[in-house]
Nanobody, 124 residues
Framework: QVQLAESGGGLVQAGGSLRLSCAAS????????VAWFRQFPGKEREFVAH????????VYADSVKGRFTISRDNANNMVYLQMNSLKPEDTADYYC?????????????????WGQGTQVTVSQ
């Protein structure tokens, strides 16, 4: 069982930065791949980034590549999403999600555990 809790969202101007954190509980967290998804109003959740259990494999959505960086600290059960050069179209609720084992998933149904989400608003 893994429990996830996101933090770090807020209001930022276009071009600014935010770092989202995902705190996990569970002794076997280091065995889980973790992804960030985001959800726009009225839309399904979309994939943002994934990091494998050991950090060796990282995948980004094209829309965030070069601007966002995902990382993890297994010793402290944390996963981060550094978001730079933010745009108004990045405004969404951001969720972290975990799935056991190897391989990355691009769809929400491929993940077993979810946090409650954190809101990111990017103003013009």
């Amino acid at each position: 069982q893994v429990q996830l809790a996101e933090s770090g969202g807020g209001l930022v101007q276009a071009g600014g930065s935010l770092r989202l954190s995902c705190a996990a509980s569970g002794r076997t967290f280091s065995s889980y791949g973790v992804a960030w998804f985001r959800q726009f109003p009225g839309k399904e959740r979309e994939f943002v980034a994934h990091i494998s259990w050991n950090g060796a494999s990282i995948v980004y959505a094209d829309s965030v590549k070069g601007r966002f960086t995902i990382s993890r600290d297994n010793a402290n059960n944390m996963v981060y999403l550094q978001m730079n050069s933010l745009k108004p179209e990045d405004t969404a609720d951001y969720y972290c999600a975990a799935r056991y084992g190897s391989g990355h998933g691009l769809k929400p149904y491929e993940y077993d555990y979810w946090g409650q989400g954190t809101q990111v608003t990017v103003s013009q």
